[in-house]
């Protein structure tokens, strides 16, 4: 088992940049690559994330007293020396791809991917092969599942814009060692699907991973020759294509269970069901559509920047040159971090307008915690939220006076300058978490969307609110960008009991802000009611009807 160690966040961003996030392909658009940056120039931007290329079944480790990175690889199974598990100075994480499942014992692995038009039938897809990087045996004691490599798949009927059938569910899970229990432990996942075109040439190499000497550092070498590959081989490379219009995607993944709480992604009219695997994990099957999301790139040069803009981006990751401005330097922060700042800061360079667009389709698990508790048990999966805006803030939504707050940030136009970005959002969360916000009872539960500009006034957008399966599904479309506030209200019709049972809200279609109620039918009206009172806690319901009754919850006093 190789261990890496690792530090410093400047040694981080270098490490995730070598990992490589997919380029420019002749059908998939992305950030210009380090090359094209020219003298004079910094590319100023917003990256989408990393996408590991191969499994390395590696484990960084964290100094945490002298914050030195000093980084080698170096074997788990033997604990000594650097790698010795027991030290308490140090901090042992890893990350390892998911292959396909194999037996029902298996955990982290991918069950079944598939398309399907939006309103078509799922097309399994077809298993071709697997990436030829190495892959690795489990270690059941440590609590290290096998470290395998991406998986490729057909669709048959399925043409990317690319012209092929091919598609890449790269799903990868983050490890961490528990010193009490001795164990690794699943602590976070993210899901990419992308099409591909498959390339040979002899100008492709695999990715290395090896120790590597930096003057009086040890440091991690990880790189390959193969700029704009999705996957790579010696002598073959996975181009990233664009996914076709109308096009669902279908992802069955078996995750250990240690994985929960909140996902986030890029995709729309999400679907997610989850049931028992095993004893270890649960079977997620998260459906949705890829998102068009415009991307943020702006060259800046002495000329258009201050010198309190050129601290900051010589301040920022990325894979700068020798020096700000000597060229090929390329200077972004991540899509779910929410620096805002960061995108006001050059918005004016880039004209408020895209470089690029980029249809894209991922999930991935939130670790950071939330302040509410209705909103931060870890026992199961609690909701998503997901969006196709430049900039979000990737993590749970806030809970302020009564709203579920949520902020995006974006260019106003797309690439040509005239045409306006339209933005998306999507919220599917457990009804249960949404009662336990609100202290609401059984009842069906409504709600009410606003999108809030930065100057504080409320954009017409479409929403869209329902309640099904145990599920609240709430979504908002349409609004423009530029640092937006998303705000979510939950009502609930005070309960009327009737000898007639009320039906299940479907989803509504509004201009926000807007609410949609049921009201029950009393079919006994003109018969004497009568009343009586209902408590819960510190509240208290009058209840007036034929045959009154509490609502579930309170008690008749």
């Not at 729309?268 to 695997?277: G, Q």
């Not at 048990?377 to 609690?382: K, N, S, T, V």
């Not at 908002?476 to 009502?491: D, H, Q």
């Not at 009320?502 to 079919?523: D, G, H, I, L, M």
Request: glycine content about 8%; aromatic content about 8%.
């Amino acid at each position: 088992m190789k261990l890496v160690k690792a530090a410093s966040l400047g040694f981080v961003s270098l490490l995730l940049i070598m990992t490589g996030t997919p380029a420019a392909s002749a059908a998939a658009w992305s950030l210009p690559l380090a090359s094209e940056i020219k003298e004079g120039e910094e590319l100023v931007a917003v990256e989408e994330g990393v996408i590991l290329t191969r499994s390395t079944r590696q484990v960084n480790f964290d100094v945490k007293s002298s914050g030195v990175f000093q980084g080698r690889i170096c074997d788990v199974e033997y604990e000594s020396g650097d790698c010795d598990l027991n030290n308490p100075e140090l901090d042992f994480w890893g990350r390892a791809l998911m292959g396909i499942c194999e037996s029902t014992l298996d955990s982290n692995c991918i069950e079944s991917f598939g398309l399907s038009t939006t309103k078509g039938a799922e097309v399994k897809g077809s298993y071709i092969r697997s990436v030829g990087t190495p892959q690795y045996a489990a270690i059941p004691e440590k609590g290290l599942p096998a470290f395998k490599s991406t998986p490729l798949f057909s669709v048959t009927g399925f043409a990317h814009k690319g012209g092929g059938t091919t598609y890449a569910p790269i799903v990868e899970t983050t490890f961490k060692w528990n010193r009490s229990t001795k164990k690794f432990y699943a602590s976070a996942f993210q899901a990419n699907v992308i099409p591909y075109s498959e390339v040979s040439d002899p100008k492709y190499t695999a990715p290395v991973f090896a120790n590597q000497k930096n003057g009086d550092r040890e440091t991690v070498l990880y790189a390959g020759v193969g700029d704009n590959c999705v996957w790579l081989e010696k002598s073959k490379c996975g181009v990233p294509e664009d996914f076709s219009d109308d096009v669902r995607v279908h992802l069955t993944i078996r995750l250990s269970s240690d994985i929960a709480g909140w996902f986030r992604g890029r995709l729309t009219n999400p679907s997610i069901t989850v049931t028992p695997a095993n004893s270890a994990s649960n079977s997620i099957t998260i459906i949705g559509e890829p998102v068009l999301v415009s991307r943020f790139g702006a060259i800046a040069t002495k000329e258009n920047t201050t010198s309190q803009e050129q601290t900051l981006i010589a301040g920022t990751g990325g894979n700068p040159g020798s020096s700000i401005f000597a060229g090929r330097g390329r200077r972004y922060v991540f899509a779910h971090w929410g620096d805002f700042a960061w995108l006001e800061t050059f918005r004016d360079i880039a004209k408020d307008t895209a470089l690029g667009s980029s249809r894209v389709w991922n999930v991935s698990s939130i670790a950071e915690n939330s302040a509410n508790s209705c909103l931060d048990d870890r026992g199961r999966l609690l909701g998503i939220v997901t969006t196709n805006a430049t900039l979000y803030d990737g993590k749970v939504p806030d809970f302020i006076d009564g709203e579920l707050r949520y902020k995006v940030s974006g260019m106003h136009y797309l690439p040509d300058g005239k045409t306006l970005s339209s933005g998306t959002y999507d919220l599917v969360m457990r009804s249960d978490t949404a009662r336990c916000l609100y202290n609401f009872s059984s009842a069906p539960i409504s709600a009410s969307i606003a999108v809030i500009s930065a100057s504080g006034s409320s954009q017409v957008a479409t929403t869209v609110s329902g309640e099904r399966d145990g599920w609240l599904y709430l979504s908002a479309a349409n609004f423009t960008f530029s640092s937006p506030t998303i705000k979510v209200k939950l009502t609930q019709s005070a309960p009327e009991p009737s000898a007639t049972a009320s039906p299940q809200p479907s989803p509504t279609a509004s201009v926000a802000p807007s609410t949609t109620t049921t009201k029950q039918t009393n079919v006994n009206a003109g018969v004497k009611k009568k009343s009586i009172t209902c408590v819960k806690g510190a509240t208290s319901k009058k209840v007036v009807a034929v045959n009154p009754k509490c609502p579930k919850g309170y008690k008749k006093i």
